[in-house]
């Protein structure tokens, strides 16, 4: 190793808070390291799996950190670090590769994760250092599970005799696996309809929705589409959007018609 590159290995081992710094460009042409020659490896993970467990989707975990141990009695280089397959949303925060890691000390690498789709996804953090094997690269599994909330609305057609006051109860339920919100109701241009969000439920806005159980059919939120013919003014056919914070379908509609 040159001079300068003897230099910058005394000033990284200088850095007291083991993260991995970056080497950048030391002047040395030469080849890198390569892995050490040793009967096992001596970098050690401080975890073997993250486990992110549910997230929403459409929003990012909270970050995980793995912390790496060089137990060797010389400097490490990371030659490489990915999160495969990139199909399932993990990612590092920053790619270590090309820094270097002191004897004894700890380097700290932060997972994120945002998931890509509803359900399980599993990936592996993969690292490659000269103080591990050649082939035997340092390894995290990493698993998630992307869950979402998704409203219904039962009837989402309803037909009414033109001229006959109504009210008709209408089931919200959520059949989706994380709490919807249902933010706001679209007005219509029919003033004989209204939708009551019954205010004797605290029927406000925003309205939550947990996710109803299969079995049970619980829990359900009731509302009460009102027809007051004597303020029916308007086309016979109107649309309720039920705007919500359900990634599926954030916009659930109810149709009625006037007969």
């Known amino acids: 190793m040159s001079l300068r590159g003897w230099v910058l290995v005394l000033l990284l081992g200088a850095c ?5 710094v970056d080497s950048g ?16 490896p001596s970098v050690y993970p401080s975890v073997d799996v993250i486990d992110f467990g549910k997230q929403r989707m459409g929003e990012q975990a909270r970050p995980q950190d793995v912390w790496l141990q060089n137990t060797s009695p ?27 890691l002191e004897p004894d000390a700890t380097a700290r690498l932060t997972v994120r994760w945002r998931p890509l789709r509803v359900g399980e996804h599993e990936g592996r953090l993969v690292i490659d250092t000269t103080a591990n094997p050649e082939g ?3 390894e995290v599994v990493l698993l998630g599970e992307g869950v979402a909330g998704a409203l219904r609305v039962d009837p989402d057609v309803i037909e009414l005799p033109r001229r006959e006051a109504a009210r008709v109860p209408v089931t919200l339920s959520n059949v989706g696996d994380f709490v919807v919100l249902l933010e706001e109701v679209g007005a219509v241009d029919n003033p004989g309809l ?11 806005l925003p ?42 379908d954030p916009e659930r509609a109810l149709t009625v018609r006037l007969q």
């Open 16 to 20: 007291t808070d083991g993260a991995v």
């Open 25 to 40: 460009d030391s002047g040395d042409t030469g080849d890198r390291p390569g892995h050490t020659d040793t009967d096992g």
């Open 74 to 100: 010389v400097t490490l280089e990371f030659l490489d670090a990915a999160t495969i397959p990139e199909n399932q949303g993990f990612y590092l925060d920053r790619d270590p590769t090309g820094g270097f």
């Open 136 to 138: 035997a690269p340092i």
């Open 194 to 204: 209204t939708l009551d969000l019954d205010p004797r439920r605290n029927g406000e």
């Open 207 to 248: 309205i939550e929705v947990a996710p109803t159980d299969e079995g049970t059919g619980l829990p359900v939120r009731t509302v009460y589409l009102d027809y007051a013919p004597e303020l029916d003014d308007g086309p016979s056919e109107v649309t309720f959007t039920l705007m919500n914070d359900g990634y599926l």
